[in-house]
């Protein structure tokens, strides 16, 4: 594929003429068409898709677009003027209708199919034609590449239609859903947690879909009605959309010699990732099967650093499958996605998620995707032995390699120079058995007190409505749980004075604060901006967008007053808030 050039911008893009002059269609240009696609992009109903990396679609507009939001801080990043996200064609473009764009933008956009496996184990079952050839981009439509400044960026709409992998859905996204996802990506941004991003947000004033979902208070596990909800459209930003089941789609092609071209279409997509994600780091002159193998070198260090972000800021993606897993090494699909509030190792917000994707598996659960990218690269490899032992390697290294990271990023959450097993094994237990606040706790440690006083902020002591204490354990009263966190944190004060003898708590407190964020994105908060929005006010989806921009710093009183809290106890075991079976 022939490099773009670096491209400064100029101007402010403010109309759609000026982003059109941005266009650079890369994966329609470089990659195979689906050949039985409709060229035009009609191609609404599900069906089986046997070759090719993409089918050209055109996105169902939903009906009476209106603004919710957009970020103000990607468009600043993108050189957009504010005023074109309540423009009337930049609304009509990113909430589906694109027959009217001009040249040389297209009026068809893609979707793309990929494999499913779940937790290292390849399925095909759940495709409704059992064959594997069914899964892909069911309502995620692909409408533009631009190149802006040398970076590029795919947009891509949530919620815009059916596609060929739609397997008999409406092809629509909820609000709620939406909301999530356009807070939690900005969110995690301001973290410093690679992700993809939220450009705006627009909601039909008319359009309804049913999903199931929970009454009001409901304790059950899953959704006991059915209910009409607003569609919108999120348009998701990213370098690209190629995710590890992509490749896999295709390394099982080769593997099998489905057809001729299959190991072409192999060799391609991965050319295609490196040329979109990895160019700075591979060397375009090397052979395929060198490419390769620096390919699963670098994407395993992106994904190994990935996963300690995630334990570092309490996010727990729910459903780590690989196709919920970005070649490019960031988050990606926000569906049934978490924070973790109440510390356990096992926190899973999704009801059908289990212990293999909780909140602290997710370093194995990463490795077993990463096992699945190294497999569907082996096809290209197979006659090239010192290339296959060297991706062997990279998967044998692959938990001693994650072990470090996790050892280090605790480290830096504890303010240590070092990391201690004792002293993090004794936390553990005790976060465990109060129990403790995530966020709240480690903030709360960040300003080394002198004393367990602050520390209690965190505790949660309260119980819930069913009448069972949040702190369950009879066998421990308050004083012998005082007594040991006041040993506990002696121990740790000794650790980081005697690590770094020269540093000032202040100095200690400083960097822990940039590590350990004060605001985190709970979902009983996230529950009240999209329940407002569904009644047409926008007031605390945009006072939390604005919250969340800044997760690190001090803020004002009221904020601290409104979003440093504990779970109220009211809140805990309700569906659709505590836990959720779905998020459509």
Same mark, same amino acid.
């Given at each position: 594929m022939k490099k773009q050039p670096l491209q400064k911008i100029p101007f402010i893009v403010s109309t759609l003429k000026d982003l059109a002059k941005l266009t650079n269609y890369s994966l329609m240009d470089f990659l195979t068409c689906d050949p039985d696609a409709n060229k035009h992009g009609d191609d609404h109903v599900s069906r089986q898709v046997f070759r090719g990396h993409y089918v050209p679609v055109a996105p169902t507009p939903i009906e009476a677009p209106d603004y919710i939001a957009h970020s103000q801080n990607l468009f600043h990043e993108l050189g957009f003027a504010d005023s074109m996200a309540q423009s009337a064609d930049f609304i009509r473009v990113f909430s589906g209708d694109i027959s009217f764009v001009p040249v040389p933008m297209r009026k068809v956009g893609w979707a793309c199919g990929y494999a499913l496996s779940i937790y290292g184990t390849e399925y095909t079952q759940q495709c409704p034609f059992q064959t594997g050839n069914g899964y892909g981009d069911g309502r995620a439509i692909s409408i533009l590449e631009v190149v802006i400044n040398g970076q590029r960026w795919e947009m891509q709409l949530k919620g815009g239609g059916r596609t060929p992998y739609c397997r008999g859905a409406d092809g629509r996204a909820v609000l709620r859903s939406s909301v999530r996802e356009f807070l939690a990506q900005e969110y995690m941004h301001a973290l410093g947690v690679p992700t993809s991003r939220s450009l705006s947000l627009y909601v039909s004033k008319t359009e309804k879909v049913k999903r199931p979902w929970y009454s009001e208070g409901s304790r059950a596990a899953d959704p006991d009605i059915l209910i009409s909800e607003p569609v919108a459209v999120l348009t998701r930003v990213a370098p690209s959309f190629i995710r590890v089941g992509q490749l896999e789609l295709f390394g099982r092609r080769a593997r099998k010699k489905e057809y001729p071209q299959a190991m072409e279409e192999l060799e391609k997509i991965v050319l295609h990732l490196i040329d979109?994600? #990895?160019?700075?780091?591979?060397?375009?002159?090397?052979?395929?099967? /060198? /490419?390769?193998? *620096?390919?699963?070198?670098?994407?395993?260090?992106?994904?190994?650093?990935? *996963?300690?972000?995630?334990?570092?800021?309490? #996010?727990?993606?729910?459903?780590?499958?690989?196709?919920?897993?970005?070649?490019?090494?960031?988050?990606?699909? #926000?569906?049934?996605?978490?924070?973790?509030? *109440?510390?356990?190792? #096992?926190?899973?917000?999704?009801?059908?998620?289990?212990?293999?994707?909780?909140?602290?598996n997710q370093h194995v659960a990463a490795e077993r995707n990463f096992q699945m990218f190294c497999s569907a690269l082996r096809p290209l490899l197979a006659s090239h032995p010192d290339a296959l032992k060297q991706l062997d390697a990279l998967q044998i290294e692959f938990p001693a390699l994650m072990q470090v990271a996790m050892e280090k990023m605790w480290a830096a959450k504890l303010g240590l120079d070092a990391f201690n097993t004792e002293l993090f094994n004794e936390l553990i237990v005790l976060m465990r058995q109060t129990p403790v606040d995530y966020t709240l706790f480690f903030r709360e440690l960040s300003w080394v007190p002198d004393d367990i006083g602050p520390l209690k902020k965190s505790f949660y002591t309260d119980t819930n409505p069913s009448g069972e204490p949040i702190q369950s354990r009879p066998e421990i009263n308050n004083k012998e749980i005082d007594e040991r966190w006041t040993a506990w944190l002696t121990k740790w004060k000794s650790l980081i004075s005697a690590g770094s003898p020269g540093r000032s708590n202040e100095t200690i407190s400083s960097q822990m604060k940039r590590i350990n964020p004060k605001y985190s994105l709970r979902e009983w908060l996230v529950v009240l901006a999209y329940q407002q929005a569904n009644t047409g006010h926008y007031a605390q989806l945009r006072e939390l967008q604005e919250v969340m921009s800044h997760p690190y710093a001090e803020q004002s009183k009221e904020v601290e007053e409104k979003y440093y809290r504990l779970k109220p106890s009211a809140l805990f075991g309700v569906g659709g808030l505590s836990h959720y079976s779905c998020s459509s």
């Open positions: 979109r994600e #990895y160019d700075d780091v591979i060397e375009p002159n090397l052979g395929i099967e /060198k /490419k390769a193998v *620096v390919l699963a070198r670098e994407f395993r260090s992106r994904l190994i650093s990935l *996963v300690a972000n995630w334990i570092r800021v309490g #996010y727990c993606q729910g459903n780590f499958n690989s196709d919920n897993c970005a070649a490019g090494g960031f988050t990606l699909d #926000y569906g049934p996605f978490g924070f973790c509030e *109440v510390f356990n190792p #096992y926190f899973q917000p999704w009801t059908g998620g289990g212990r293999h994707f909780s909140f602290l």
